[in-house]
């Protein structure tokens, strides 16, 4: 199945760890095979990694866009999915915990980032922390 990426000008993205970016136009990229692909918006660097939701996020999107060393990541996210899990009642927070980890033991770590996403939305909206913003607390 192909992947079509509408890319507005300018905008980057990362494609099996090559940052590309888009140029001054709109365009359009249709992916053929499978490929591991990351809009600007979903890349987060190691200086964002400032809660514990994105102590979660961190990691997986590191495990998407390498998968050969996936385990290299995967004892800091179950660490981390497995404190935020101590620190929230939220069942609906609590199943995307459990989806992302099912997601990564199943080695689909675009799912498992996509629910990751959601955590990180869901303790930004609870702990109203802009993105990027250091922030202490728990998780809800």
């Not at 890319?7 to 099996?16: A, M, R, T």
């Not at 998407?64 to 999915?81: G, N, P, T, V």
Request: overall charge positive; some cysteine.
């Amino acid at each position: 199945m192909a992947l079509k990426l509408s890319l507005k000008p300018g905008e980057k993205f990362v494609l099996n760890g090559a940052v590309v970016q888009n140029g001054d136009r709109r365009g359009v990229l249709i992916l053929q095979n499978r490929a591991s692909v990351l809009r600007e918006k979903d890349i987060m660097q190691a200086d964002e990694v400032t809660t514990p939701a994105r102590r979660i996020y961190f990691p997986i999107m590191m495990m998407y866009l390498d998968e050969a060393s996936a385990s290299k990541f995967y004892d800091e996210m179950a660490l981390r999915i497995t404190e935020f899990m101590g620190a929230t009642k939220n069942p609906d927070v609590l199943a995307e915990c459990v989806a992302a980890s099912r997601y990564v033991l199943q080695r689909e770590y675009y799912k498992a980032l996509m629910a990751a996403r959601k955590i990180v939305d869901y303790e930004e909206k609870v702990l109203n922390v802009a993105s990027g913003v250091r922030s202490g607390g728990d998780a809800g």
